[in-house]
């Protein structure tokens, strides 16, 4: 607590970094917007983009009230399996200014805050943590595109936070289990992409595909491509601040490591865009389809999340490839298999991030600068431990995330309902949900069949 | 000006931070653009990008001419009431460097400039603030959308700096009496947003409403509310390097400020969207109205900009809550009091503002850090004194804002006149004043009746 | 390679700003994307958007293979003509961590890699050069658009990297020719956009008109006037970071140089874009024509760019001036010319650059602060040298862009073919090559002539 001059230097420089990442990541908010509002139908775009604004508000909301509480609490009852500190932090008892402070402290222990003396870290890194657990939550909102309750996903952004919270402290805090096992995760390939990811095959199951889906195989072309496209690109551009503003700071060797987390991101998305422009020449009849350019630079960057700060340049491209892959047979996959999942949500955050923390294990090495990682890779001579204690985390969020959100979204399913009528689902969400666009435009002409009638 | 290498290293430091911010602040043009592009009927919504580029275009170059000479110049005449430095400031004179200075100083006597040595810091300063003077212009913009020349408009930017410079100076110099009397505002709550929101009211009173735009209650149909959307995504970005970078700094406290003030910001956004929620659909008839997310989540974000840098969490999702019913009823009220604000300019800025700037008297308290505030709010225990000095603030912007908005909107209606013809503007400014869109597609049904005559 | 704490720090301070460059930088391409789609007819506009993706994707590739070793490489064998160190980068053999990297090194030799204690800035620094380099082919693109393959277009990706890297090492290398005469270039007017520009001429006089387009004088309508609007908004906003980014850091007199390069960067847009507006308004029958504030404003940018750390504002907006007027004019003259440049990317980026270039020695002086430069320009005294090297610089430029890019998109032309078939482009590139879009929509009368026979 009692910093020294040198330490506030340090604090200083590193909480700067890690409030600019958090600007940039917040703009991916922008970009999932775009991008699933691309993707729908017409008559459900601005829909997906008030989803999109709901996994800020309500995600946000419980991120502070008790999700950053359950990641990173500190107090002496925080443990193993979940912090517990500022879900009880005595703020407003100890330090509080005003006369009115007592009526609230009932409600302020609850609610992240910090006196002035140690609020610059503890706010920077909860307005960093936050947007990740925003961003875990909006991977989701894909999935159950086009046919889940407004009011149902509301209530699943505040919850989804509980789903989120836990793993984060068994990754990233000192205390966490997993953490003290050597568990690396950079960028957040477990808490945020494998979670969401899960959690997105989940709520699809659950809520089943949307009506006449499996009519034809195809899927039903997107809204709007160059949307779609621009949302691509802005999630591009922020996953640099993602991935680069994991290393949580510049001091030290920090900034070597966020330097080298650039240019691995970015390789990375360049052997999966790569891989998706061929994949889909020789698969698609020599077109170039535009989900597949999507998900395969998706993919790719979710697949280096984990290990961005490790790898070298090359090795940020061969992970990016196989990630690519993964993502683009993923989405055929799930065709296959008759899931429904409008904007592959599955197969790009649930897939590539197996993909991405085993390639920790793979790839990663013993870090000197930081000590990200204290154990060396499989192919750099460290035997399969390090593997060992990755693949031991993916079945666990996996396991966590089934189990987690198949409760909450039968809860929800049950007290609020899931899924909307047939009927609003063929006039679409913007219209029975907002009042926007007209019916002409946008219904398909089974409408009229099902209120016609 | 002889600086020792200490202080040179926090100038630098404090510079790129204000640079940096700086840049995220002019990401907001966008937003605007995209907000009010995506508010408007289509056949407007080329125009109203025009119009937000001229804010840059013709703002900047009055801030840069004379504006920044009356906020922030530095000289023996500078005042209470307005700075006079840079606007003589004698660059051209004492250090012109080439044989063709001497040409141009009756020129430059009165452009921002500096010598080496100072420019790091004058030219951050200038930068930063010329961001904030563009902002306030563009507010306007909206206020009156789809019925104004786009030649008086662009005399309104250039003029509409005069608005803002003197109270910027009263508020934010040292000099400023405002300043002088303790008067806290963080992020501009008064010298932007009060401002832009009272010019808004004025300029849609001169120019009265829209054609038909009474002729029924409901607002018109957005013309692209996903890009409305977006845009507002943006703007929310943007806030945050708004407000973080109004600290002017990370060196010393700043960069704790600066953290409080980017999760003050982000929970009064919290608020802000979910009271817009819940009142949208109690009120809407279980709908959930983009305009009420829209305006209840920038309004929020305007309640929180006085004081950010001094917010508890807890306090700006109060103050956000507040910020977004008042932006929600305001428009309402205008709706009743048929004033056609096209996408409710006055109600997000003009009263979320003088919101913001009492809630730095009721919620604001010293600051030990930077003595952001010399003195406590109201439930702070600092009784009525900083409640009354914002007060006065607040009724100084407004009158001052009247009374010039007035003189200058109707100065220019005598000379250019502010509104375009019926016919142009059933036609709509895209095809009138840009050649660009088609007529079939945008004109409602009235246009052949009024073209057809 | 020792370096002390304090050039550590320095390091530290100044990567930063580099990689928070150019993460703005990578989102001048959502910009380029979004401008380029809007400007073209809605039958291309996702497509377009695909190409901006593969300038990253393939020369992005090109770039980390081969072009940053011939641009910066570090060996005995760089000279003045290319570097050539990190093109056979040892790192594999010297530094391998893993059993297998032995396996890699005949590949890994040709990538750019790095040891720990170097990677920070070599990283730092080939990741702001990657951004460079896209953009530099990113311009391409428009010139091309509407009727070019998009395999020949993913083939001219990475060969155009050939085209780049030996200019930027001439310009920028410490062992570059132009470098050692005193060639001054901040912001990359000459390798990125005189080369960009030169490249684009080439590439539309090969390709030919669009069909039709020169039936009748005036351009083919906006696909998206708005969508180009917010494509230049972005690349506005980039371009602070591209200009200020250019400093190479913030240490030292560094950041005073980069406030410098904002305001002179944000002047020479409002000098631009006024005048845009004005010879719009005169020659175009009092209307404000679209292309030309574009167009305009992307013109003073552009030429701002070669001198902008050294210019003062009222420079700028002079510089800003003249490159918007050189811009509009140019793209009437390609008209009468009967070029077909669909997005005017020769005027705005070859013609203006060659503006910016001369600038320097015009408007130039010598640096006392980090010795940018070492001779002052015409107006500052110095005479004519300063101006013939930068002359110089210039046509060596376009001689140099001319020969490459003619070779190489004759070969792309004979090997894999430039141009799409005459049906192909009646119906549109988003059909043909992505199967988005649909035929009624988008295709225009002349389409059914072509493909009923």
Redesign the interface.
Known sequence: AAATAADENQ??DD???I??S???I??M??GF??LE?GTVSPKN??NI??K???D???G??AY?MFGYAFSFGESPWSNAFCGLGQFFYTYAFSFG????SNA?CG??QF???AE?AK??????K??FQ?SFATTATTIVSGAMAERTK?QAY?AFCVLNTLVFCFPSHWAWDSKGWLNKLGYVDVGGAGPVHLLGGVCSLVATLILGPRHGRWDRDEAP??GS???A??G???L??GW??FN?GSTFG??G?K??L???S??ST??A??GG??VA?VLSYVT?NQ????SY?ING?LGALVGVTGICALA???EG?VIGAVGSFLSCVGTEMMVKLRIDDPVGCFPVHGLCSVWAILAVGIFG?VD??EGISRYDGL???GGFYLLGVQALGAVTFISWACAMSFILLKGIDKIIGLRVSLEEELIGA?IC?????SIDDNSPPEFNEATGK
């Open positions: 604090y200083s909480a700067t970094w409030l600019t958090a600007f940039i917040f703009t908010q922008s917007g775009l509002s775009e601005v983009m008030v999109n604004a709901s800020v508000l309500y946000g909301l502070w200014e005003s006369p009115w609230f409600l302020g609610f992240v805050d002035e609020m610059g870290w503890v706010f920077s909860f307005f936050m407004l509301m072309p997107m491509p160059t949307n496209l621009l691509m690109f802005m591009w551009w640099l601040g680069c510049i001091t060797g900034w070597k966020a330097a080298r650039a240019v970015i390789t998305s360049m865009g790569i422009v698609k077109k170039f389809d535009i350019l630079i070298h340049p090359w491209l090495h000197a600068l192919l750099k001579g913007d949900e907002h009042g926007v666009g």
